[in-house]
DNA sequence: AGTGTTCCTGCAAGTATTCGCAAAAAGTCG
DNA sequence: CGACTTTTTGCGAATACTTGCAGGAACACT
């Protein structure tokens, strides 16, 4: 099985046209089995756990890679860390509230609609992977 | 007019519940002053330029605060530092197109109503104060 | 396997951003 | 104007993130 997933994460990253390297492998490896979201120090940690090693700036270069080739989200809640989850090239958009702090999914359709307004009204092909959006959620909107 | 400003300012800053200080006034000027987006640093930079003394990490954390307030927007492209607009409150929102670099504005209507149709299906009350979106603007589009 | 090209990584700085704490300023009330 | 309470600020670290460069690894081709 961890074949697989390496099999699989090897050819999502040829498609993205990028070399299939150990620290990437590691660093997708450790995201894919965390739940939620994991800062990079976190992803550091998962490899060193693993018995591996990969230096500090190679994992922020590796993170940012594939958050541009959408293999990865990266969020920035009010946190000072950056966190980071697998989404394997689906969309993946949060909604996240400011009062208790809870994120939770929002449907691509709207989003989906959203970029299609956005493409008629301005010419421009969002390419909205991943939002995060504030606000207050429905049980902290009620008190 | 610079008293205008400055009173504006301080008005604006007690209805948001903070205090009038030097601080916030002196940065609040310089981003009043400048167009388009200032890091930290030009912030910084700015504030001495007036002959003015404020340290690094009163900037910072007068930037996050104001942005907290909704008086400033703060935006991260893909650069190494995160800059900031004035906004004073009003929504303001970007395409910004991974292409060329270029960023124009995207009209608040559609967020709006992307807005009234999260809280319809999920009940959650965006507050998009500020989004930037990526993807490729309608010039490069054509390319 | 051997060679060449291009991409990646480690290392060692460098820059950007945050934090804890004690002193100073802002707002409040009498 | 004081005295008092609460928020801000500066300073000095600490932490988070980025970059330049030279060696090492991936891939394509033979």
């Known amino acids: 099985m961890a074949e697989l997933h390496e099999h699989n994460t090897a050819t999502l990253l040829r498609s993205a046209g990028r070399r299939v390297t150990n620290a990437r492998l590691q660093v997708a490896h450790v ?4 739940r939620g979201h994991l800062s990079a120090s976190g992803v550091l940690a998962g490899v060193r756990q693993a018995d591996g090693h990969i230096d500090q700036s190679t ?8 958050r541009d ?3 990865v989200a990266e969020s ?13 090239g689906d ?7 400011v009062e ?5 999914q929002l449907s691509s359709d709207l989003v989906d609609r959203f970029d299609g307004a956005v493409l008629e009204q301005h010419g421009f092909r ?3 992977r991943h ?13």
């Open 100 to 104: 208790c702090g809870e994120t939770t």
């Open 126 to 128: 969002a390419e909205n």
């Open 76 to 88: 920035r809640f009010g946190n000072s860390e950056a966190t980071y989850e697998w989404i394997a």
């Open 131 to 143: 939002m995060v959006i504030n606000g207050v959620c429905e049980r902290c909107s009620v008190e």
């Open 69 to 71: 080739t959408g293999l």
């Open 59 to 66: 994992v922020y270069r590796v993170l940012a890679d594939l």
């Open 91 to 97: 969309d993946h958009h949060h909604l996240h509230c």
């Open 31 to 34: 995201l894919q089995h965390s």
